[in-house]
């Protein structure tokens, strides 16, 4: 696949075909995405790959957080705000994703649904979670692990996999901390589930959108 064709084309995936991801698969993309650049070469990112039994656990407990309303605690504080004109792309998608799979815009019973599959991780076979020193500048240690996310995302693509960069992942520190032997010392800094995509599915096919290159861009001269 072309580069430009890979950054087009990707997508978000939040439905999963009920087939694994084979160890060697995952260890071939984690290789070739560590030649993503980062600060100084420094590599700041630890990876933790979970599939099988202990990940069906770790659903089922992120799934129960959620239901029992349990307070999202995440190590690095996410955003509870946005500008205006990044609320709107943000409540856009909402929006796509709900009527995508049929929640009405008062129907509370059925976004719980969904974000309890969200919080089950759309049912991915694989959790890559993405672990950084608590000793570290945050800043630049993030925007490192964001490098290597894209590159991981694109090399997903290009290999016929699906996935999803998403909070849900680790909305509920303590339960991963526990689960997988993570320290104190590591912060969680995001997590990506992967999976074979499940492209009939309607979550899968609205249609995205971006803005153009004058909302973002400002030439001198």
């Keep these: 696949m072309e580069l430009r064709e890979a950054i087009r084309t990707r997508r978000s995936i ?33 990876i933790v790959v979970v599939t099988g039994e202990p990940l069906e656990r770790f659903k089922s407990a992120n799934k129960e957080a959620l239901l029992a309303g349990q307070t999202s605690m995440p190590d690095i504080p996410m955003p509870t705000k946005w500008p205006e004109g990044l609320q709107k792309r ?7 994703i709900s009527e995508s799979v049929g929640i009405g815009q008062d ?20 959790l890559i979670l993405f672990l950084i ?4 500048a945050l800043e630049y240690a993030m ?24 909070s849900g992942t680790i909305h509920c520190p303590e339960i991963i901390h526990k689960h997988f032997a993570i320290p104190d010392t590591k912060l969680l ?12 599915a309607p979550i899968n096919n609205f249609v995205r959108r971006r803005g ?7 030439w001198i001269p």
């Design 133 to 136: 020193d608590r000793g570290l």
């Design 143 to 166: 925007l490192d692990v964001g490098i290597f996310l894209q590159t991981f995302l694109l090399s997903a693509h290009d290999a016929g996999l699906g996935a999803c960069v998403f």
């Design 14 to 46: 939040r439905r999963f075909l009920p087939k694994p991801v084979s160890r060697g698969i995952i260890q071939e993309l984690i290789s070739a995405c560590l030649w993503a650049p980062s600060w100084a070469n420094s590599q700041p990112w630890e």
């Design 189 to 200: 800094a995001m997590g990506v589930v992967l999976g074979w995509p499940d492209m009939n």
């Design 107 to 126: 129907d509370a019973e059925r976004r719980l649904d969904y974000y309890a599959t969200m919080y089950h991780l759309f049912n991915a076979p694989a």
């Design 90 to 96: 943000v409540m856009d998608l909402m929006k796509s």
């Design 212 to 218: 153009k290159v004058e909302e973002f861009v400002r």
